[in-house]
């Protein structure tokens, strides 16, 4: 089993910055593929961005140029930077895992395991 949790959400104003972190543990691992996905109630969730362990990256449009993923891999930490926030980006954002794999993928049905979640509000 991998246990993550997230961290760094809170309460900005649009334009303002934030990063959350994701910490994983449990179950040793090399090879995986590292997510953030977001989720406003009443909607499906959402892909943010997505990496693997050797940094290839992948976006989706509303988070590029905007966001950036990264991974300390002696930490098993995954990083999501937050620029010039908007107050669509508001919404919990949650990040998962899946190991032995370097398959982007942007579904949730792609990932196995799971953070319980960090808000993120932005006012504008």
């Known amino acids: 089993q991998v246990q993550l949790v997230e961290s760094g959400g809170g309460s900005v104003q649009a334009g303002d910055s934030l990063r959350l972190s994701c910490v994983a543990s449990?179950?040793?691992?090399?090879?995986?593929?590292m997510a953030w996905f977001r989720q406003v109630p009443g909607l499906e969730r959402e892909f943010v961005a997505a990496?693997?362990?050797?940094?290839?990256?992948r976006y989706a449009d509303s988070a590029k140029g905007r966001f950036t993923i990264s991974n300390d891999n002696a930490k098993n930490t995954v990083y999501l930077q937050m620029n010039s926030l908007k107050p669509e980006d508001t919404a919990v954002y949650y990040c998962?895992?899946?190991?032995?794999?370097?398959?982007?993928?942007?579904?949730?049905?792609?990932?196995?395991?799971w953070g319980q979640g960090t808000q993120v509000t932005v006012s504008s």
């Open positions: 449990g179950r040793t691992f090399s090879r995986y593929v």
């Open positions: 998962a895992a899946r190991l032995l794999t370097s398959a982007l993928g942007a579904r949730p049905s792609n990932y196995d395991y």
């Open positions: 990496i693997t362990w050797s940094t290839t990256t």
